[in-house]
């Protein structure tokens, strides 16, 4: 009798899996994985089951350009970046912008993340780099451009390192007061250290990027 129940249950939970008996249909043929949405619906998130979305904002080289090439681009092997001496009111920053995607929660902050290196080594345990990151918003059709900014800055100890030693750089933008769709716009350059001693030569912004929690796949809206 315990043989039989134990053939009759191994054979109904066979019929159910991808592993059914010839001729059975199988779990993936019953219940097919791919979902559809058709136009105008997206898929909505909740919780730790939110995503995140990295964007490289666009880089406005027509302004390095018009300056003569300045910031300078930097080559280390295949890759290569802008430098950034310390700045004096001058042509020594990078501007870069974005577009707010709508996949974007709008209740979570906005990360921004750099990867850059020195192009000398450092030789004291206090060595560091202060980057500021100046940022604004304003909804498209809506706002009137403004002319005000949100300065943040970060200062980042190297200490003893070789050249062309990399770091990791990260600001973080407060949500409050920003949509989906809205222009973002980004001014980075290199300040004065507060606390640290100043590093020896210049540092090499090698790339950028814009990171959304987003709690939407899909995006119902295209403009």
């Not at 019953?30 to 105008?40: A, F, K, N, S, V």
């Not at 304003?138 to 970060?154: E, H, S, W």
Request: with cysteine; glycine share 8%; hydrophobic share 40%.
């Amino acid at each position: 009798m315990k043989k039989l129940l134990l053939i009759l249950t191994l054979a109904l939970s066979l019929t159910f899996t991808s592993c059914g008996f010839p001729g059975e249909p199988m779990l993936d043929d019953m219940y097919p994985r791919d979902i559809y949405l058709t136009e105008g619906y997206a898929i909505t998130l909740e919780g730790d089951s939110r995503l995140w979305l990295e964007f490289r904002p666009d880089l406005d080289y027509d302004t390095i350009r018009g300056n003569a090439g300045i910031p300078t681009l930097i080559q280390r092997g295949i890759f290569h970046g802008f430098s950034l001496p310390i700045w004096a009111a001058d042509a020594e920053e990078l501007y870069l912008d974005i577009c707010v995607p709508d996949r974007w929660d709008g209740a979570s902050n906005i990360h921004v993340h750099m990867d850059c290196f020195v192009i000398g080594a450092q030789d004291a345990a206090n060595d560091a780099f202060n980057l500021q990151l100046v940022w604004e918003n304003y909804t498209p059709g809506i706002d009137i451009v403004p002319a005000t900014n949100n300065p943040l800055t970060t200062e980042t100890t190297t200490g003893i390192c070789n050249q062309f030693q990399s770091f990791q750089v990260g600001f973080e933008i407060p949500f409050a007061g920003i949509e989906g769709d809205d222009m973002l716009a980004f001014l980075l350059r290199r300040v004065d250290v507060a606390i640290g001693n100043e590093i020896d030569g210049e540092l090499v912004i090698h790339h950028v990027g814009v990171i959304f929690r987003t709690d939407i796949l899909g995006n119902p809206d295209p403009y």
